[in-house]
């Protein structure tokens, strides 16, 4: 099937290599025209944009197998998991997901309200005695 469609393939790939030369020679100019004291100017050899289109397809290929190998590894774990689950009777794994699932909550919700917090749409939050005496002037 894919010999079939072929000519479709080619053409979309070839459009995406010459798209990467595109960009990795506009990216080029950009940082050649930079001064020679900008701390932000790399030393990007010529040839590089050249080589772009090329490694691109090699890591595309680099990177089949390490998701064929992911993908066996996620199948083998969702083979053995609950048989682990049968033989260890004891929840060991749910306190440890659990502080797993805190640390990770905790620094997302200190990020979010840094971001907050710069941006200046933080509020700070209501205690609750105001919220009980809001609700018995509500009642």
Same mark, same amino acid.
């Given at each position: 099937?894919? &010999? %079939?469609?072929?000519?479709?393939?080619? *053409?979309?790939?070839?459009?995406?290599?010459?798209? $990467?030369? @595109?960009?990795?020679?506009?990216?080029?100019? #950009?940082?050649?025209? /930079?001064?020679?004291?900008?701390?932000?100017?790399?030393?990007?050899?010529?040839?590089?944009?050249?080589?772009?289109?090329? #490694?691109?397809? =090699?890591?595309?290929? #680099?990177?089949?197998? @390490? !998701?064929? #190998? *992911?993908? &066996?590894?996620?199948? =083998?774990?969702?083979?053995?998991?609950? !048989?682990?689950?049968? =033989? !260890?009777? /004891?929840?060991?794994?749910?306190?440890?997901? %659990?502080?797993?699932?805190l640390k990770i909550g905790t620094a997302l919700l200190e990020i979010? =309200?840094? &971001? $907050?917090?710069?941006? *200046?749409?933080? $509020?700070?939050?209501?205690?609750?005695?105001?919220?009980?005496?809001?609700?018995?002037?509500i009642a």
């Amino acid at each position: 099937m894919l &010999l %079939q469609s072929l000519h479709c393939c080619m *053409g979309t790939s070839s459009f995406i290599l010459f798209f $990467l030369f @595109v960009c990795t020679w506009y990216a080029y100019r #950009v940082n050649d025209r /930079k001064n020679t004291n900008d701390p932000s100017k790399r030393a990007y050899a010529p040839l590089a944009c050249w080589r772009a289109p090329i #490694v691109v397809p =090699i890591l595309l290929l #680099v990177n089949i197998p @390490v !998701f064929l #190998v *992911g993908s &066996l590894a996620f199948g =083998i774990f969702l083979i053995l998991f609950p !048989f682990a689950l049968l =033989i !260890f009777r /004891k929840p060991i794994l749910i306190p440890m997901l %659990q502080k797993l699932m805190l640390k990770i909550g905790t620094a997302l919700l200190e990020i979010d =309200i840094r &971001l $907050l917090t710069k941006v *200046g749409l933080y $509020l700070p939050p209501i205690p609750r005695s105001a919220l009980s005496s809001l609700a018995r002037i509500i009642a």
